[in-house]
């Protein structure tokens, strides 16, 4: 018989040290059903190319605040978006965890996210995150970050954080932090026509798609390379 009190307790206590993490699996966890492609889609693509194992937590279906976001598309459309964006990537699959926009920071806590998180950690073992910056413009994607890097340190853990801007070009707060640029020349094409699947945010994508090649060449100019998309390593 399963003593329960001690698995709880064996539980609680559960790490991840360096030497558990999984060098082929990645987490992306961001906000909204499409973030993970504006922001390191290239780099997803690259990775899962070579092999590695995607996996993306979506906190919220996206009813409002996106400035882009459509109201009269169903939950259902936009999770069947993401799905064919990750499918499309080469992603191994996407969790939503359904919070509500501008409520997160409450949620987490009265959701059990940070339990929620702590298991999926432990359970697939990232070696690298990629999630949104600490000063991202919009609220909800700062509000993720200031939970989900709470939970992280709560655990220590001991794998590599990379924040990603999903939208803004030039940013000088997070100077002290390393920059990493990955060359996503090879799959660029494919980070623009995985954007292309997000139907219901068609109106927007035209305001926004501008942005992903302006980025995308300027980092690479930076970095001399054709495209290339630019993370701070933040843990
Ligand atoms: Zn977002």
Not at 73 to 95: H, M, N, P, Q, W
Not at 131 to 150: G, Q
Not at 187 to 192: E, I, L, N, Q, R
Request: hydrophobic share 40%; aromatic share 14%.
């Amino acid at each position: 018989m399963v003593n329960f009190k001690n698995s709880l307790y064996y539980a609680k206590n559960m790490s991840l040290k360096q030497t558990d993490l999984d060098e082929n699996v990645v987490f992306v966890i961001c906000a909204h059903s499409d973030d993970q492609i504006f922001g390191p889609g290239g780099t997803v693509a690259k990775y899962a190319k070579e092999g590695k194992q995607i996996y993306t937590i979506i906190f919220s279906y996206g009813e409002g605040s996106h400035p882009w976001f459509q109201k009269h598309y169903t939950i259902k459309a936009r999770v069947k978006e993401a799905l064919s964006a990750d499918k499309f990537i080469g992603g191994s699959g996407v969790l939503f965890l359904g919070l509500q926009e501008s409520k997160f920071l409450e949620q987490y806590s009265a959701r059990k996210i940070h339990a929620k998180m702590r298991r999926l950690l432990l359970k697939y073992k990232p070696k690298r995150i990629f999630t949104h910056s600490m000063d991202d413009p919009l609220p909800d994607h700062r509000a993720l970050h200031k939970r989900l890097i709470e939970t992280l340190d709560k655990i220590k853990y001991p794998g590599e954080v990379y924040a990603f801007d999903v939208w803004t070009i030039f940013n000088f707060k997070k100077r002290h932090y390393v920059q990493i640029a990955v060359d996503i020349s090879d799959t660029f094409k494919t980070k623009v026509a995985a954007l292309r699947l997000f139907k219901s945010q068609a109106a927007a994508r035209f305001s926004l798609t501008w942005s992903v090649y302006v980025k995308a060449w300027i980092n690479g100019k930076k970095n001399k390379v054709r495209y290339a998309e630019v993370f701070y390593k933040i843990r």
